[in-house]
């Protein structure tokens, strides 16, 4: 087997260079020549690097797993707007979530494993560019809009646990190679333009002297967004330079982008149900940047003796500012930032938030609004080195890698009001009485780095010509250090019960983990007939917990909770313990962390077992099936208190089957795939989710520690001593078996091509999925109907000798409650259809004018929901504000919040090539 420089060596330099070599040297030229020119003359053994580095490449007849790929051509003929978009309409196994509501913002998942550019979802999929990792070191996310699509060569995606891809590879990896001058030589652009205001340019041009080459490639992309206040603006720049050698090759690349996205994220059914257009609460912007550069090659020793290197740096920057309801408003029931009118003293302090003594409430001065203001920078630098062997029967690959990452968060709250366009803003004369409303209180800042060493392996071994054993292992060394910033204890409380005097202290919590793990798979090919590979595999992965799953870690160390003597000279009293994270402040994603304890790495195990193969010469198809268990996966849970945090969960478990059908029959081109996915939980746990209807809304079930109560008997109720002890107030019990949320169990993608003439084509494509269950309804039990009725907490004061109930005091009081809310709205959001339709004629040579059609019969449909309430609620006793904003949350509406889908979209465009392929 060749070098990979060898094989991607344009067969014209190739030409040259052989009758060249045989006026020279007739003996040398008879074998190298021959042996040079063979692999490219083999149809359909399209050579695949098995791992994040070239140099090693073996076809997809040796690879033990259903990988699929998309080359330049396929993407550019989607037209999609991002690898995620093409990833959904076209392969396997896929579907996207919009909680974020922006089209470069997609929560993208495989086989229930999802890539995700929001902060605290759980990741389980690695994606690389070029070699380079861009899962983000702070938080494992991965940013879909700083990657420019008309850079791609091509990119496969491996499923599985494949360890060579490293860490965070749970369900799969994302190896994305660009375009170079000797891949993509000549000139394209294109414009397009169309609903919503959307207006995007592409712009690229390669080229190359046989040893010199350059590419360059540019994405503008702007629009009004077809929901309220929703423009976005993308920029995409993408450079690289090749040197092609006699024994080998050099590249450098750079990648910039600079993005402003506006994501105005879920919005309640009943408002979605009346008008999609419409924005819950603004603004809701990401400002994302990155540099990356790199720099490598290959050398090649021999003819079948390889070695290939590169060193990068990346850094990223990513602002944000939301604005969002303020949830603490719900607690404005007593004296602490109540309202005083000094026109009427006589009323004294009023509850702002009338729910608990049935009142209107009260609009004057009271904050409903809160901007969340945030920076994160991140710096990565790695270098990696291989050495491949490709030997006759055997291809063999040693490598050692180290990533080392830096990232600094902050974060700064202010509370503010919300205008009758529900946009949160800050008005410091208009909230006198609230010092988080007068300047900006920091949250938790955070600096950390993490590094990770590594050693890598792989065999592909041909025990015979239709028999193929491939064998892989890598161990990872993962260190993680940080600092972080929080608030002291007098900011522990909600931002409208800070005191006047508060001065934004902070605490400083230093914290180190260490992680190893070593990784192996093996599995095989076996091709029994022509036409036919059936493979099958086994293998091991790891994640170790991102920083943000690190700094909002419970942890349940036993911790004495006090409360002030009864004057001023007696000691502290001591009621009880609680868990160490309940004395500290809860982790509000992606806002809020906290120093906390060692979360162990998930530890992960893949099987899968499949074939594929031609039914003729223009049709093939693939069968799979596979299952992928979790240890020790991580989610963000209950505690009690009405907090969460993420702990370790125990055993989740993604299987299912994938089948796949395409081909040509006459003018047609046919393209069909179907998949069934099962992620579920395998472990009960306990989480907090206020809105569901299932839930425990009985207030005894917390526990005294947890309340505070000192000089009172509590009557607990039996889930009082479950969650660990925590009490289960709030929570809901996820029991195994339970459907993960957002992860539809039957996905179906047809895509049909009509070549009407040579110049003139149609396509047609669907998106068929079924229903999911939201965020919130982890259980699958939420139902319509019922209440969220609480049950008071029940307390008497004790007796000063016995510490027991003291009936002379009236025995025990029950606190009183607002009214229940009833549960109207289902935890699940619904399956759907889309279709899309597009077409392209060739007017002259090298122009073409495009037309699409997204959602061609304007489908409503949601992709991602989520349990909540809505303040925005018609009102029989409460205020109204002019936002609709309702001052009396009882008669706030419990909601499933929806992501929903585009309306249908008309686009045109103009597509130009010179010299290209």
Same mark, same amino acid.
């Given at each position: ?22 006026a ?22 399209r050579?695949?690097?098995?791992g ?32 995620g ?8 196994g896929v ?10 913002q ?19 999929l ?16 991965v ?21 060579l ?14 375009k ?82 506006? !994501?105005?994220? /879920? ?7 009346? *008008?999609?257009?419409? &924005?819950?609460? $603004?603004? @809701? =912007? #990401? ?5 990356q ?11 079948t ?38 026109d ?12 608990y003594y ?20 991140q710096?990565?630098? !790695?270098?990696? /080195? ?7 029967? *055997?291809?063999?690959? &040693?490598?050692? $890698?180290? @990533? =080392? #990452?830096?990232?600094t ?39 950390g ?15 015979a ?28 409380v ?8 508060y ?8 914290e ?56 001023p000279n ?107 996915t099962s ?40 889930g ?30 047809f ?57 002379s ?19 699940t ?42 303040p ?46």
């Amino acid at each position: 087997m060749l070098s990979l420089a060898t094989l991607a060596s344009p067969l014209s330099t190739l030409a040259q260079q052989a009758p060249a070599a045989a006026a020279s040297a007739p003996e040398a030229a008879s074998s190298d020549a021959a042996v040079r020119l063979n692999p490219v003359l083999v149809p359909g053994k399209r050579a695949t690097d098995v791992g994040p580095m070239p140099g090693l490449a073996v076809t997809k007849d040796q690879i033990p797993a259903n990988i699929q790929s998309a080359t330049k051509e396929q993407i550019k003929e989607s037209r999609a707007l991002n690898i995620g978009d093409y990833m959904n309409t076209q392969l396997q196994g896929v579907s996207v979530n919009d909680y974020a509501g922006n089209p470069f913002q997609m929560d993208v998942n495989y086989r229930g494993f999802t890539a995700s550019p929001q902060i605290g979802t759980p990741q389980g999929l690695s994606v690389f560019f070029d070699g380079v990792r861009v899962n983000e070191p702070f938080g494992d996310v991965v940013n879909w809009d700083l990657i420019p699509l008309n850079a791609i060569e091509r990119f496969d995606l491996f499923p599985g646990s494949n360890p060579l891809f490293g860490l965070n590879t749970l369900g799969g990896a994302i190896s994305v190679r660009s375009k170079n001058g000797f891949t993509a030589p000549g000139v394209e652009g294109e414009l397009l333009a169309g609903s919503w205001g959307r207006r995007q340019v592409k712009l690229s041009a390669g080229g190359n002297d046989d040893t010199l080459g350059g590419f360059v490639a540019y994405t503008g992309f702007r629009e009004d967004g077809w929901r309220d206040n929703s423009p976005s603006r993308v920029h995409q720049l993408f450079g690289r330079g090749d040197l092609r050698l006699d024994r080998g090759s050099l590249f450098a690349s750079a990648l910039f982008a600079s993005n402003e996205l506006i !994501g105005n994220g /879920l919005i309640p059914l009943s408002l979605y149900e009346q *008008r999609a257009e419409t &924005v819950f609460t $603004s603004p @809701d =912007r #990401s400002d994302n940047r990155v540099l990356q550069l790199a720099l490598g090659g290959q050398f090649d020793v021999s003819e079948t003796f390889n070695v290939t290197g590169q060193i990068y740096t990346r850094k990223s920057r990513r602002g944000g500012l939301n604005g969002d309801i303020y949830e603490g408003f719900d607690d404005m029931i007593g004296l602490r930032g109540g309202y005083f009118d000094p026109d009427n003293p006589a009323a004294g302090v009023q509850p702002r938030n009338g729910a608990y003594y049935n009142t209107p409430g009260v609009i004057t001065g009271t904050p409903i609004g809160l901007l969340t203001d945030t920076a994160l920078d991140q710096r990565t630098h !790695g270098a990696s /080195l291989q050495f491949n062997w490709n030997l006759p029967t *055997r291809s063999v690959m &040693v490598g050692a $890698s180290i @990533d =080392r #990452s830096r990232s600094t968060y902050s974060m700064f709250q202010r509370l503010g009001l919300i205008d009758a366009t529900h946009g949160v803003y800050a008005d410091p004369a208009a909230l006198p009485a609230f010092i988080a409303a007068q300047m900006d209180i920091p949250g938790n800042n955070f600096e950390g780095t993490s590094t990770t060493k590594s050693l890598y392996a792989s065999d592909t071994w041909t025990l015979a010509p239709q028999l193929t054993l491939t064998t892989a292992a890598r161990y990872n060394h993962t260190t993680v250090d940080n600092q972080l910033l929080t608030r002291t204890v007098e900011g522990l409380v909600d931002l409208h019960e800070l005191p006047a005097n508060y001065d934004n202290a902070q605490t400083l919590t230093a914290e180190k983990f260490s992680y190893r793990s070593l990784n192996p798979s093996i599995g095989l090919n076996w091709l029994p007939a022509p036409g036919l590979n059936t493979f099958a595999n086994v293998s091991r992965g790891s994640r170790t917990p991102s920083v943000v799953e690190l700094g909002c870690a419970f942890d349940d160390t036993p911790t004495p909770v006090t409360l002030p003597g009864a004057t001023p000279n007696d000691p502290p009293v001591v009621i009880g313990t609680t868990a160490r994270s309940l004395l500290g402040p809860g982790c509000n994603l992606p806002t809020t962390l906290s120093g906390d304890p060692y979360l162990p790495q998930i530890r992960s195990t893949s099987f899968e077992l499949g074939a594929r193969g031609l039914l003729s010469a223009n049709w093939e198809w693939n069968a799979s099936l596979f299952r992928t268990d979790l240890k020790d996966d991580i989610y963000y849970v209950g505690v009690g208190q009405g907090r969460s945090y993420f702990d370790t969960i125990g055993k989740t478990r993604r299987q299912g089957l994938e089948l796949g059908l395409q081909g040509r029959a006459g003018v047609l081109d046919v393209k069909a795939s179907y998949s069934y996915t099962s992620a579920t939980f395998e472990s009960p746990f306990y989480m907090t989710s206020p809105h569901n209807s299932s839930a425990d809304f009985d207030q005894n079930s917390r526990t005294q520690a947890d309340l505070g109560y000192r000089d009172y008997q509590l009557l607990p109720s039996p889930g009082a001593s479950l969650n660990g002890g925590r009490g289960t107030y709030h929570q809901i019990l996820v029991k195994p078996g339970a459907r993960m949320p957002g992860v539809p169990a039957h996905a179906l993608n047809f895509n049909l091509g009509w070549r009407v003439t040579p110049s003139w084509k149609v396509g047609l494509g669907m998106q068929l999925r079924s229903m999911s269950y939201v965020r919130g309804n982890e259980n699958n039990l939420h139902r319509p109907g019922g209440t969220d009725q609480e049950t008071g907490q029940y307390y008497c004061p004790t007796n000063a000798q016995t510490r027991a109930c003291d009936q002379s005091e009236g025995g025990y009081i029950q606190t009183p409650t607002r009214p229940g809310r009833t549960f109207t709205q289902k935890g699940t959001v619904p399956g759907f259809a889309v279709f899309n339709l597009d077409t392209s004629v060739v007017v002259t040579k090298g122009f073409t004018v495009v037309a699409q059609v997204t959602n061609l019969f304007d489908r409503r449909y949601v992709t991602a929901g989520n349990l909540g309430v809505n303040p925005f609620s018609p009102s029989t006793v409460g205020a109204i504000g002019v936002s609709g904003w309702n001052y009396n949350s009882a008669e706030w509406q419990p909601s499933t919040f929806v992501g929903p889908g585009a309306p249908r979209g008309i686009f045109l465009g103009l597509s130009y090539a010179l010299g290209a392929d």
